[in-house]
């Protein structure tokens, strides 16, 4: 996944450029607005991390301009915590907002989140077409799911938190992107209802293993056979 950094500060630069090659990302890096916006037109790029004080152009006046020709994800990484920014760059399009300084697995789950939306989104009707995971078979458009040939009946929020989960078969996804995804909200009283909702999944598909959690972080799909 290519990453182009967009940001003036080369020691903030090459420390976020670093932890995204560390962590799998091909990441390029952009000095100026001007240079961003150049490098975002050559299209080679499938997300944009982008700081907002730039030397040349305003990283809200960036964003506007990416956002003019193209739907490319953009994350908002500042320095400046301050409401008026956060709202004006999600306004000109931004996906997300991150306020410096930042861990950077927090940076890494950030962007993976943002191609899940844009890739879903992407596919259109394919994300509404049949997963076949394993021995599970999943139909959004239905609400279904059969395992091994027989229907396996989910509520709404469990086939909710499963069609969650199976979006990226072996990835973890953390307990606080599935509350606000699947629940929408972070709510820390909600992790309980979490953990009945998996408790449920896993009895009905009669195997605990095809969702495995990982302690401290969240859950893991995992397609069996
Ligand atoms: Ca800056």
Redesign the pocket.
């Known amino acids: 996944m290519r990453v182009l950094l967009i940001?003036?500060?080369s020691a903030?630069a090459a420390g976020i450029l670093d932890a995204l090659r560390r962590s799998g990302f091909d990441a390029a890096h952009a000095a100026t607005g001007a240079e961003g916006l150049a490098a975002v037109e050559a299209g080679t790029t499938e997300v944009v991390l982008l700081?907002?004080?730039?030397?040349d152009i305003d990283g809200v006046e960036v964003c506007r301009r990416i956002r003019a020709t193209s739907t490319l994800p953009v994350i908002v990484v500042s320095?400046r915590d301050d409401e008026l920014d956060r709202v004006l760059a999600l306004e000109m399009g931004a996906d997300d907002y991150l306020v410096k300084p930042f861990g950077f697995r927090e940076l890494a789950a950030r962007i993976r989140a943002v191609m899940r939306r844009v890739t879903q989104e992407a596919a259109g009707d394919d994300a509404s077409s049949a997963r076949t995971l394993g021995a599970l078979i999943l139909d959004p458009r239905s609400r279904r799911v059969s395992l091994r040939g027989n229907a396996v009946h989910m509520t709404a929020k469990e086939f909710e938190l499963l069609e969650y989960l199976t979006s990226d078969p072996g990835a973890v996804m953390r307990r606080g992107d599935i509350l606000r995804d699947v629940w929408g909200t972070s709510w820390y009283g909600t992790t309980k209802t979490l953990d009945a909702h998996v408790a449920a999944i896993r009895k009905k598909l009669g195997d605990p293993a095809w969702i495995e959690a990982v302690r401290g972080i969240g859950f893991r799909f995992e397609a069996l056979l």
């Open positions: 940001e003036d500060d903030i700081d907002l004080g730039l030397p320095a």
